[in-house]
Each structure stands twice: as C-alpha cells, then as structure tokens.
C-alpha cells in the first residue's frame, strides 16, 4: 500500500505542475501576439530611418570623390578593440532561448581573442550577467530589468554610452548580438554591426529619386543627428525582438513540458492500476490459501 501512495502522491505532483506549465504557455501566448504587435510597427520605423540614411550618405558620397568623410562611417577591416553588446533574458524556462546567445558570444569572443583583438562585453539580461560572472568572465557594462520591459529612453542612454566610447577612439567597433524572433515557433540569432555603420549594407549605389535637398554644410550635422537616432532605435527594436523570441520560446517550452507531464501521469497512472492490480490479487491469495488452512 506504501508503494500506492507513492505512486498516487506522485501523480497529483505531476499533475499540478502540469497545470502550471499550460498557464505559463497561456501567459506567453498573450505577451506574444502584444510584443510581435510592437515589433511589427518598429520595424517600419526602423526601415525609414535607415532610408534617410541612405539618401543623405548617398548624397554626400556623390558630392566627395573619395566617399563618406564622417566618424560613423569609418572604415575597420583591422579593428584593435571591439565592444560587444549582448541581450538575454532575465528569466529562464525557456528552452535554449538564452544559451544560444551565450555560445555566439563565446564563439565571437574566442575569434577575436585569436586575432589579439581587444573585447569588452556589455550585458543586457540577468542570465548572460550570471553565466559570465560565474565564469570568471570581466563585463564592461551591465544592465538588468530592460530586456524583460523595454523602455525607450533606458536603451538610449544604454547605447549612447557605449557609442561615445567609439566616437572617443576607445572602440574600433561595436557589435550588438540577440536572439530574435522569426515566428510563432523559430528564433535566430542576429548580430548586427551597430559602429561604425556599414554601408554594405546601405543601397548607397542606387539611383535616388528622392526629392530631398541638404545644404553641403549641412550634411555631417544632420547625419551624425540620424545616425545617433539609428543607433538608439537599432537598441530598442532589438530588446522588442529579443522578447518577442523569449515569449515564443517559452511558449514552446512550457507547451512540451505540459505534453511530457500528461505522458508521464498516463505512465504513473498505468503503473498505479497494475501496483493496485497486484495488491488486490495478493490480498485474494492470502485470504484463499488462509481458508484452505483452516479445513
């Protein structure tokens, strides 16, 4: 009987725990389809900004024979130091959301450490600040709370700070890396070159049909003002990303956790009827062979 109830206790642990892990899907399900709302309208913003971009570099690199003279376009093909900036999550459950992160990270890290580059880390999300604490890893920056709420002004401030240090000379390049959402059930990890801007990824080489006009005087001014806006932007839509992928990732997680947890309490249940089975049979067995005993 000891054993029965064991089993019992068991199944009704499952059980509940099965409950949690639905209601934790059921939470998920609902912040998704409210960040993927966000990040559908920030991603235009993003795509017009980058626009603008093009058209005011492209004008200034028909105007200079010898291309864009400007800070943030600088070009790095030997970069002596780079800083790159990292945004996991702040929790866990889900999946391996937060470890791929991490191994692109370590897998950059180790590349650039070979070629005698220095790097500095700058995190964003408890569990990277944990993971490389707990290795013995130095971070340069970090910041907990804005992956899992992100704020506007926040990643600003967070960004900005980091580009002073490459207009300053302290950096050659900053590198932003995030696991970000594709869709309902697929993540990728992104890494984007924040500084200097690359333009191979610019449509610097089309014909512009803009009507737009920029004064020569004020072409650095109004791209320098652009550029910083872009850099603060990238920041932000790319925490919106990254916790759209959380949401979809532990959306799925706690989705085969609670199909494992009804597997297993058909398992224990199957278990408990044939433990229940042996027990009545022994009883039965017992009580024929006392009988028998007794003519």
């Given at each position: 009987m000891a054993n029965l109830k064991e089993i019992k206790r068991k199944i009704g642990s499952v059980k509940n725990t099965q409950k949690t892990t639905n209601a934790m899907k059921l939470v998920s399900s609902a912040k998704l389809k409210r960040t993927e709302e966000l990040a559908k309208r920030s991603r235009v913003y993003a795509a017009k900004l980058t626009e603008l971009i093009e058209e005011i570099a492209?004008?200034?690199?028909?105007?200079?024979?010898?291309?864009?003279?400007?800070?943030?376009?600088?070009?790095?093909?030997?970069?002596?130091?780079?800083?790159?900036?990292?945004?996991?999550?702040?929790?866990?459950?889900?999946?391996?959301?937060?470890?791929?992160t991490i191994k692109r990270v370590n897998h950059l890290l180790a590349e650039y450490k070979a070629k005698d580059v220095k790097v500095r880390l700058r995190a964003v999300g408890r569990k990277g600040i944990d993971y490389f604490k707990f290795n013995n890893v130095e971070l340069s920056d970090e910041?907990?709370?804005l992956s899992a709420a992100p704020d506007f002004k926040q990643a600003a401030e967070f960004i900005s700070e980091v580009a002073s240090s490459y207009v300053n000379g302290e950096t050659d390049k900053i590198i932003l890396i995030h696991n970000g959402y594709v869709n309902i059930i697929t993540q990728e990890i992104k890494e984007d070159q924040i500084?200097?801007?690359?333009?191979?990824?610019?449509?610097?080489?089309?014909?512009?049909?803009?009507?737009l006009e920029i004064e020569p005087d004020d072409d650095d001014t109004l791209l320098d003002?652009?550029?910083?806006?872009y850099i603060e932007y990238t920041m932000y839509y790319s925490l919106i990303d990254s916790l759209a992928a959380e949401h979809s990732a532990r959306m799925q997680a706690m989705d085969a956790?609670?199909?494992?947890?009804?597997?297993?309490?058909?398992?224990?249940t199957v278990k408990y009827n044939k433990a229940r089975q042996e027990a009545i049979t022994t009883e039965l067995i017992e009580i024929i062979s006392g009988v028998e005993s007794m003519k």
């Amino acid at each position: 009987m000891a054993n029965l109830k064991e089993i019992k206790r068991k199944i009704g642990s499952v059980k509940n725990t099965q409950k949690t892990t639905n209601a934790m899907k059921l939470v998920s399900s609902a912040k998704l389809k409210r960040t993927e709302e966000l990040a559908k309208r920030s991603r235009v913003y993003a795509a017009k900004l980058t626009e603008l971009i093009e058209e005011i570099a492209q004008k200034m690199q028909q105007s200079n024979a010898e291309g864009i003279d400007n800070v943030f376009f600088k070009d790095v093909s030997d970069p002596k130091s780079v800083d790159i900036v990292f945004i996991t999550a702040d929790k866990g459950l889900c999946g391996g959301f937060n470890s791929q992160t991490i191994k692109r990270v370590n897998h950059l890290l180790a590349e650039y450490k070979a070629k005698d580059v220095k790097v500095r880390l700058r995190a964003v999300g408890r569990k990277g600040i944990d993971y490389f604490k707990f290795n013995n890893v130095e971070l340069s920056d970090e910041i907990v709370g804005l992956s899992a709420a992100p704020d506007f002004k926040q990643a600003a401030e967070f960004i900005s700070e980091v580009a002073s240090s490459y207009v300053n000379g302290e950096t050659d390049k900053i590198i932003l890396i995030h696991n970000g959402y594709v869709n309902i059930i697929t993540q990728e990890i992104k890494e984007d070159q924040i500084l200097p801007v690359d333009t191979s990824e610019l449509e610097l080489d089309s014909v512009s049909t803009s009507e737009l006009e920029i004064e020569p005087d004020d072409d650095d001014t109004l791209l320098d003002a652009l550029v910083k806006r872009y850099i603060e932007y990238t920041m932000y839509y790319s925490l919106i990303d990254s916790l759209a992928a959380e949401h979809s990732a532990r959306m799925q997680a706690m989705d085969a956790a609670t199909t494992n947890a009804k597997e297993m309490v058909k398992d224990l249940t199957v278990k408990y009827n044939k433990a229940r089975q042996e027990a009545i049979t022994t009883e039965l067995i017992e009580i024929i062979s006392g009988v028998e005993s007794m003519k």
